[in-house]
């Protein structure tokens, strides 16, 4: 079935230090892809989006881009700060299913000063 | 920005009891809203999806009548624990949208004792 799979946390990094939280997926459409920050004790913000194979999408100095030939939607972000602590999720929507969404298991990042 | 109010935001009662819990969207009409549990440092697993107007449609596993989902208005969804056991103490999010992309609450903690 379709899923979602994200490298395990958590990520611990100094400030500054460059970010990548790999994600991977299976579908058997065309899905939509979608990174989620969870602040703690807070619901899901919508931190980037991609809705295409090689879009990328960016938001805050986070880029994702949609790899269709690796099925793939990694995290990057060079330089992160402390106030980048938090969780996040990759998600994927299939177009065909009334805007469910599908969630990959979560990263926790901490970053120290 | 779109707004979704989720309340309350932390509930703490008596197993036995049921707990309504509200989602409501501020600035926009949800055609549809979603609602999500969530386990300590995992990820979000969808219960449900409510159409306005219309009966929820439930993920395998969810028991309908132990989560009664009512979706009166555009504007509102609500999600009812009943007879909260301890097992059902988790962490309630719910999302809604309009077109798209979903928006989410800040979610909602239940505690049963």
């Known amino acids: 079935g379709d899923s979602v799979t994200q490298m395990e946390g958590p990520v611990t990094l100094s400030e500054e230090a460059f970010l990548t939280i790999n994600c991977t997926y299976t579908?058997?459409?065309?899905?939509?892809l979608f990174w989620y920050v969870q602040y703690p004790g807070e619901g899901l913000q919508l931190l980037l989006k991609?809705?295409?194979?090689?879009d990328k999408g960016s938001n805050k100095g986070f880029e994702a881009t949609y790899r269709k030939e690796t099925t793939s939607f990694h995290l990057e972000k060079g330089s992160v700060q402390v106030s980048d602590s938090a969780v996040y999720f990759c998600?994927?929507?299939?177009?065909?299913?009334?805007?469910?969404?599908?969630f990959g298991q979560g990263t926790e990042l901490s970053v120290k000063p | 920005g779109a707004v979704v109010s989720q309340h309350p935001s932390w509930v703490i009662c008596k197993s036995g009891t049921s707990v309504k819990i509200e989602c409501r969207s501020l600035?926009?009409?949800?055609?549809?809203m979603f609602w999500y549990r969530q386990f300590p440092k995992q990820s979000l697993m969808l219960m449900a999806t409510?159409?306005?107007?219309?009966?929820?449609?439930?993920e395998q596993g969810v028991e309908k009548d132990k989560f009664l989902i009512n979706h009166a208005s555009l504007t509102l969804s609500t999600l009812t624990v009943t007879s909260a056991h301890p097992e059902d103490s988790s962490f309630y999010i719910c999302?809604?949208?309009?077109?798209?992309?979903?928006?989410f609450g800040d979610g909602t903690r239940l505690s049963i004792l």
């Open positions: 999302s809604a949208r309009q077109d798209q992309p979903q928006h």
């Open positions: 579908a058997t459409g065309y899905p939509s």
């Open positions: 991609a809705t295409k194979a090689d």
């Open positions: 998600a994927l929507k299939l177009n065909n299913q009334g805007g469910k969404l599908i």
């Open positions: 600035d926009f009409q949800a055609t549809t």
């Open positions: 409510s159409n306005e107007g219309s009966k929820a449609t439930y």
